[in-house]
């Protein structure tokens, strides 16, 4: 069963556009949800994380909203750039004690393409 | 700082070959995880380890065996190849506190490995 669910599966936005990427999850208990970004070739490389206790963080460009009832988090990419392009995984995990090690469950990507 | 180094980067075997992936980490990182990547599927975690001498199954064990005698190398090995196995493995490595604080996980360029 898939802990994370990712969409969609490819995005193709105008340069200076807004990228969304949506996640849903099913465990309540995760805590710690964050976004990989990577590019052909490279191991993905952390972007941004969230915790639930707070509904959105802005970085730059990138900001995560977080809906705790709703179970779903969503990565806004504004005033995309063709150097956005490139793989974006969402995740989460649960808390890193004892057994559970802070394992990460990862969607299945979104392959971003931002035209010039 | 190299980060997460993975060795090597492009590998070809014939199906019922072995060989061993190696992952070196110079983060003194106490987790470290191995997982493999599929177009449409994401990332999946094979085996981790909590420290030096302990290893865990993961998502998509069969197949492989990991070691870890030295805190930072964590080796993927496949015993006999199969076609199955073709696919990019990464290795990351995370500080791994235990205290319920999660750590983002670092990870390497990865290895291409085709089976024949």
């Known amino acids: 069963q898939q802990q994370v669910k990712q969409s969609p599966q490819s995005l193709i936005v105008q340069k200076g556009g807004i990228s969304i990427i949506n996640c849903a999850y099913e465990?309540?208990?995760?805590?710690?949800f964050p976004w990989y970004q990577q590019f052909p070739g490279k191991g993905p490389a952390l972007l941004i994380a969230?915790?639930?206790?707070?509904s959105e963080k802005k970085e730059g460009r990138f900001t995560i909203s977080f809906n705790k009832s709703a179970k779903q988090f969503s990565l806004h990419i504004m005033d995309s750039q063709p150097g956005d392009s490139a793989t974006y995984f969402c995740?989460?995990?649960?808390?890193?004690?004892?057994?559970?090690?802070?394992?990460?469950?990862f969607g299945r990507g979104t392959q971003l393409t931002v035209w010039p | 700082n190299a980060g997460v180094t993975q060795t090597p980067k492009f590998r070809v075997l014939k199906t019922g070959q072995s060989m061993t992936l190696l992952c070196a980490q110079d983060?003194?990182?106490?987790?470290m995880y191995w997982y493999r990547q599929d177009p449409g599927m994401g990332l999946r975690l094979i085996h981790y380890?909590?420290?030096?001498?302990?290893?865990a199954k993961g998502e998509v064990p069969d197949g492989y065996n990991v070691s870890r005698l030295k805190k930072q190398n964590f080796l993927l090995g496949l015993e006999s190849a199969a076609p199955s196995q073709t696919s990019v493995y990464f290795c990351?490595?995370?500080?791994?506190?235990?205290?319920?604080?999660?750590?983002?996980?670092?990870f390497g360029d990865g290895t291409r490995l085709s089976i024949l």
């Open positions: 465990n309540t208990a995760f805590d710690y």
């Open positions: 969230i915790r639930p206790d707070v």
């Open positions: 983060m003194n990182h106490e987790y």
């Open positions: 380890s909590v420290g030096e001498g302990t290893t």
């Open positions: 995740a989460a995990s649960l808390a890193d004690r004892g057994s559970t090690l802070g394992r990460l469950y």
């Open positions: 990351a490595s995370a500080p791994g506190t235990g205290r319920g604080v999660n750590q983002p996980q670092h």
